[in-house]
């Protein structure tokens, strides 16, 4: 079908119009229009896009999330190889790179060679294919020849075009930009802090947890983590030349990059050592996390001469910061109970500058890291931040124990609550067993009434603790039979205050299903897993009363996930919960139901392997607008399954459950002659 060339030109001008607004948003930092002029550029487009699916280009903004979950990464092959680089330890070193690459160019006498000097950040290298402008390919290095196909997750990241802006002098046919997907400081500890609530391992640092969020097989989770990236340099690249590596930077900001802020050119290698100095320090006030220096040629012609050696170009290094160490002493090892029970040691210490800010707190992780760096009670201890941020014990001084030293024992019984604490099998982490554990209870109530759970403004921890206390909120339920009078009688609380958190309280009665689901702290049901679990569902009585089983069969939830939300609405206590929560007003807004009408209602279908004419997202588009479903894994409840090239195992278990298979044409001649409405 057609489509008219005014709802075709529009598209592509709203299209430009969103590209250029996130880039003065994003990469210039000098946004052009209000929030609100630009969300309705954006539901435009999406509507537009929705009324002529044929119309969806992979580059479009709508297109950075929504892509179904992955099943496994491609392979991606480099155009040109991604080298890693050498590295400089100290002055000498850095010294020692300068006069290799005067012997190689035949430099003698004073002459210098001009250097470009930038910020290490430590993320993840990935590489951006870009063709006539348009994103195609983003990449992980791999093993620098070959990585994996991430495309997807890279396109939920704000800082990347899918798009390139014009520049003057044009831009390159073909264009691979290599650069560093890192998160901000401010939100690793922000990531970190929510999965401590969840009770789930924190990330050791930025750079495990950028990897992390980048290989995500669902690109929804990659987006909730608001990674960013920095442009560095050139692969491939076609139709356009530089002559210094300081043009290809300023080059990738005006096509729409961010590149690493305070990069500079240095007129020789003295230069670069006092730059490596100066941000030694300085480094700790930056909003992003560094390991080091790089250090690059700036003239390309220099580069091009100079050349590689093995997997490292010659032309460029890394001068590496060595981490930052303080000795102290452990007075004390305290116990944590988490949201979900999790028992988490914690070494108190004598308090010590380290890396910009003082520490006196460091996290043990669990009993058995305890005993394997045999870190005992009034031992000196090293201690540094993980990735420079988390405080982490990295060895006990033994030749400084006195013998009074003593031996840290897991406790037996929660020290709050008396629960018995138990470790389950194959697992870490010990967990508190209580029930009605307070410390749990007050994690859990403010993990209820967060922003992105029920969002109960007001309601902070002080407020909490002193509700829990004083047994007024013994569970979330009880936080909607509180009265004025109650709230007043907590410390710091007048007669206007009380009434906002009463009013806080009473918005939150309504929030949509899938808030309430992750704000009950079900083990291991994040945000997008509890979006997954209402969408299917639909009602909150339905998740009760469903089956591990048909839990599992959820597209995206695995078996272990299955068994914690099964085994949660099981316990008499969480059903209590459930009942509490109806008697008191809590009616939870429920998904909107899927279209009946349309010729391809109550029919699901299952898109594997590459669509020569379409993309998989326009194919299911196509499906969803005749009122059918469009499914992301294989089960027995599928009708169609469309295969494209190279279609996989789905393929073959569709084979084995006898479900009715399509080609990509015959799925188009389908289409075709269903009725239009």
Known sequence: MRSPANVKARIEELRRLIHYHNYRYYVLDSPEVSDAEYDRLFRELAEREKKHPELVTPDSPTQRVGAPPLEQFGTVRHRTPMLSLSNAFSEEELLAFDQRIKRMLEISGGERVEYVVEHKIDGLAVS?????????????????????????????????????????????????????????????????????????????????????????????????????????????????????????????????????????????????????????????????????????????????????????????????????????????????????????????????????????????????????????????????????????????????????????????????????????????????TGATCPAQLKELLWHFGSRRAMDIEHLGPALISQLVDSGKARDPADLYRLTKSAIIAMERMADKSAQNVLDAIAASKTRPLARLIFALGIRHVGEHIAELLADHFRSLEGLENASQEEISAVAGIGPVIAESVASYFQQPQARKLLAKLRKVGVRPELPAAPAAAGPLAGKTFLFTGGLSSMTRPQAEALVKQHGGHAASTVSKNTDFVVAGEAAGSKLDKARKLGITILSEQEFQEMISHLPRE
């Not at 990330?203 to 987006?223: E, H, I, M």
């Not at 491939?236 to 030349?241: D, V, W, Y």
């Not at 707190?361 to 394997?372: F, S, Y």
Request: charged share 30%.
């Open 128 to 432: 951006l294919a870009y063709e006539r402008g348009a994103l195609t390919v983003g990449a992980t290095r791999g093993d620098g020849l070959a990585g994996e196909d991430v495309t997807q997750n890279l396109k939920t990241i704000k800082t990347i075009a899918l798009r390139l802006q014009p520049v003057p002098g044009g831009l390159p046919s073909v264009l691979e930009v290599r650069g560093e997907v890192f998160l901000s400081k401010e939100e690793f500890e922000r990531i970190n802090r929510e999965r401590e609530k969840d009770g789930e391992p924190l990330f050791a640092n930025p750079r495990n947890a950028a990897a992390g969020s980048v290989r995500q097989l669902d690109s929804k989770v990659t987006a909730k983590r608001r990674l960013d990236m920095f442009a560095h340099s050139i692969g491939a690249c076609e139709g356009r030349t530089f002559a210094a590596h300081a043009e290809r930077l300023e080059f990738f900001k005006a096509c729409g990059f961010k590149t690493i802020p305070h990069w500079t050119v240095c007129t020789d290698v003295r230069a670069v050592w006092d730059y490596c100095l100066e941000w030694q320090e300085k480094r700790h006030d930056l909003p992003y996390q560094i390991d080091g220096v790089v250090v690059k040629v700036n003239p390309v012609e220099l580069e091009e001469a100079l050349g590689y050696v093995a997997r490292s170009p010659r032309w460029a290094t890394a001068f590496k910061y060595p981490p930052e160490q303080a000795v102290t002493r452990i007075r004390e090892i305290q116990i944590n109970i988490g949201r979900t029970g999790a028992v988490t040691p914690t070494a108190i210490m004598d308090p010590v500058r380290l890396a910009g800010t003082t520490v006196s707190r460091a996290t043990l992780h669990n009993e058995d890291q305890i005993r394997q760096k045999d870190i005992r009670i009034g031992d000196h201890v090293i201690i540094q931040k993980a990735g420079e941020i988390i405080p982490e014990v990295v060895e006990s001084l033994k030749e400084k124990r006195t013998g009074k030293e003593r031996v840290f024992e897991m406790p037996k019984t929660c020290p709050l609550c008396g629960a018995p604490v138990v470790r389950p099998e194959g697992e870490a982490v010990a967990r508190c």
